[in-house]
């Protein structure tokens, strides 16, 4: 995911002269944004910007363990498998959403350090 | 909006007996969300998960004293008055800027309540 890293925008754009920390950590409120990190940051906020997504990812991290598969999340939204199944990679396409595949289920978890971007990102200067 | 005023919901869903720390501050990584808390959350997200209404939210945050007109807009985002309007309706809609009318031009700062609030919500636990 390029918010996590820089070096080629660094290299081409060495006029701007970054410092680590705009490298690092791009946010909403403290300077002008790049069009690249409006672009990253809009993707990844465009995933959860949705009901049915933003109750998946808070009921994966209420489950056991804060993993759970399709077949856990089905009924606490009313949803069938196939739609659920296609919020889900939204998520996981966007980083928010860890997939692994154990046995014939996948299990997803939250990728915690993107929601805390993403959290740090807003949070007002 | 209805994230800050939760009596509604409460009075007529008493048994679900919401501390006040539930009323108030709903968290995407806590519990699993309401509906209703998954809607209202949804409709903010959507406002600022797009790259230009992210630069302008960004640049009006940079300029001076944190407020900007439509005309300090249009040049840095290369985008028409109309168009920049537009954007910048939504987000006053959904509650992430504030509109000020003074003379013939309409001012625009931000909503730091709003974005704290956000940046709260997808802080993982």
Not at 15 to 24: G, K, M, S, W, Y
Not at 70 to 77: A, G, K, N
Request: glycine share 4%; net charge negative; charged share 20%.
């Amino acid at each position: 995911m390029s918010m996590y890293g820089h070096n080629g925008r660094v290299t081409t754009q060495p006029a701007l002269a970054p410092t680590e920390a705009d490298v690092c950590c791009p946010s909403l409120t403290v300077s002008p944004l790049s069009l690249d990190d409006a672009q990253d940051f809009a993707r990844i906020l465009k995933s959860v910007a949705d009901p049915t997504r933003l109750r998946l990812v808070s009921l994966i991290a209420a489950h056991e363990q804060q993993e759970a598969c399709v077949c856990d999340l089905t009924d606490p939204v009313g949803l069938g498998q196939p739609t659920v199944s296609h919020h889900l990679k939204i998520l996981v396409d966007a980083g928010v959403l860890r997939r692994e595949k154990r046995g014939v289920w996948s299990y997803y978890s939250l990728e915690a350090a993107v929601l805390n971007r993403l959290s740090e990102f807003l949070a007002p200067n």
